[in-house]
T-cell receptor, first 113, second 114 residues
Framework: GNSVTQMEGPVTLSEEAFLTINCTYT??????LFWYVQYPGEGLQLLLK?????DKGSNKGFEATYRKETTSFHLEKGSVQVSDSAVYFC????????????FGAGTRLAVHP | GAVVSQHPSWVICKSGTSVKIECRSL??????MFWYRQFPKQSLMLMAT?????????EQGVEKDKFLINHASLTLSTLTVTSAHPEDSSFYIC??????????FGPGTRLTVL
């Protein structure tokens, strides 16, 4: 079945640093890929998604490109802010869909001024 | 997008008691809802799929008699943790949506069993 492997955290950066959080997947076919974010004390929010190979999802300065050659969907941001401190989850659907998701382990990002 | 609420947001109970967690879809008719469990500093693990008007579907390894799910209406699913024990302490999250691309998550319920 489908699976996802995500870079372990925590990641600690200074404000304006470049961020990369690695995510690789195993999947049947080419499912949509997602990055979700969980801010302290809040529920999960969809950060961005890509629905097919070579698609680039982007939102709030974050980007991730669906790369089927390397089965990767790495999250990047050129200049992080303190407000980006959160836990980030890479996700993809279960095999067969049914709207349920498999999540990576989560990467905690802490950005310091 | 759809708004999903959960109640309570946190609960503390004694070992051996049962706790009910509600998940409500406030502006969306949810024929299906999903229940996830998140251990501290870990990922979300799907527990079960809640189906309106029918039995829930549980993931492998999840005890259906332990985690009772009821989905009696299009706006409400409940998860009851029966005879809770400290190892059941966790963060429980529900979600719903029209497709994998459009899933809305509740804010979660933190359960602590003493």
């Amino acid at each position: 079945g489908n699976s996802v492997t995500q870079m372990e955290g925590p990641v600690t950066l200074s404000e304006e640093a470049f961020l990369t959080i690695n995510c690789t997947y195993t999947a049947t076919g080419y499912p949509s890929l997602f990055w979700y974010v969980q801010y302290p004390g809040e529920g999960l929010q969809l950060l961005l998604k890509a629905t097919k190979a070579d698609d680039k999802g982007s939102n709030k300065g974050f980007e991730a490109t669906y790369r089927k050659e390397t089965t990767s969907f790495h999250l990047e941001k050129g200049s992080v802010q303190v407000s980006d401190s959160a836990v980030y989850f890479c996700a993809l659907p279960f095999s067969g869909g049914y709207n349920k998701l498999i999540f990576g382990a989560g990467t905690r990002l802490a950005v310091h001024p | 997008g759809a708004v999903v609420s959960q109640h309570p947001s946190w609960v503390i109970c004694k070992s051996g008691t049962s706790v009910k967690i509600e998940c409500r879809s406030l502006d969306f008719q949810a024929t299906t809802m999903f229940w996830y469990r998140q251990f501290p500093k870990q990922s979300l693990m799907l527990m079960a799929t809640s189906n309106e008007g029918s039995k829930a579907t549980y993931e492998q390894g999840v005890e259906k008699d332990k985690f009772l799910i009821n989905h009696a209406s299009l706006t409400l699913s409940t998860l009851t943790v029966t005879s809770a024990h400290p190892e059941d302490s966790s963060f429980y999250i529900c979600s719903t949506g029209t497709s994998t691309d459009t899933q809305y998550f509740g804010p979660g319920t933190r359960l602590t069993v003493l």
